[in-house]
């Protein structure tokens, strides 16, 4: 596709379940970023992958999050044991690399919009 | 902890007017910049950056001015549309991070017709 694809648009869980949300970067983009948004808030940064492996991922909450990109293309959020504060959307973003030594342009998708009951 | 902020969380103007966004930054590393728009229902959409060695840039009816001295960002929207009608939210990159981009709380922006 065109641009960033996220799925699912939207997932409704209870308390405690697992969820994975998946991410499908612009092709040819080796840099991908998860970033949470809450309700009138801006996007928190979460993590950043450059290629296969995760560069940086000191903006993941606690350890019930996890994420992959095992190909270096398609990432997956996953989140065990949902609470109700998880709730937000999650926004995965992807860039060319690091255009001039910075992020360039980040390309985000729609979002998942995660809601825990 | 050291955070970018806005001014104004809500901005209203008449289509055709200029619109001026405002942002503040605190991180003093912080050397790169970017404004983006967010509609409804979607993920944040890149208008325009700009880097700690400029003090204006300029882009198709819009204009992002840096102040260092005050640690101010601004975006102009000349001849504001009501496709404009968006929320704004400038960024920074983390204390001068590769990849990290800290953003503002946002500010909507409504264009009345």
């Known amino acids: 596709g065109a641009g960033v694809s996220q799925t699912p648009s939207n997932k409704v869980t209870e308390k405690g379940k697992y969820v994975e949300l998946r991410c499908d970067p612009i092709?040819?983009?080796?840099?991908l970023y998860w970033y949470r948004q809450s309700l009138g808030q801006g996007p928190e940064f979460l993590i950043y992958?450059?290629?296969?492996?995760?560069?940086?991922d000191s903006g993941l909450p606690n350890d019930r999050f996890f994420a992959v990109r095992p190909e270096g293309s398609v990432s997956t959020l996953k989140i065990q044991r949902t609470e109700r504060g998880d709730s937000a959307v999650y926004l995965c973003?992807?860039?060319?690399?690091?255009?001039?030594?910075?992020?360039?342009?980040?390309?985000f998708g729609e979002g998942s919009r995660l809601t825990v009951l | 902890g050291e955070s970018v902020g806005l001014h104004l969380p809500t901005l209203s103007v008449q289509e055709g007017d200029n619109s001026i966004i405002n942002c503040a930054y605190s991180?003093?590393?912080?050397?790169?910049f970017i404004w983006y728009k967010q509609e409804s229902g979607k993920g944040p959409q890149f208008i325009i950056d700009?880097?700690?060695?400029?003090d204006k840039r300029q882009g198709q009816r819009v204009t992002v001015l840096l102040n260092k001295t005050v640690k101010h960002l601004s975006l102009q929207i000349a001849a504001t549309q009501p496709g404009d009608s968006a929320v704004y939210f400038c960024?920074?990159?983390?204390?001068?991070?590769?990849?990290?981009?800290?953003f503002g709380k946002g500010t909507l922006l409504t264009v009345n017709p």
């Open positions: 973003a992807s860039s060319r690399g690091l255009a001039g030594g910075k992020t360039g342009e980040l390309f």
């Open positions: 700009i880097r700690s060695n400029m």
């Open positions: 960024a920074e990159n983390s204390g001068g991070s590769n990849y990290k981009l800290t």
């Open positions: 991180n003093s590393a912080s050397d790169y």
């Open positions: 092709s040819g983009h080796t840099a």
């Open positions: 992958f450059q290629g296969t492996g995760a560069a940086d």
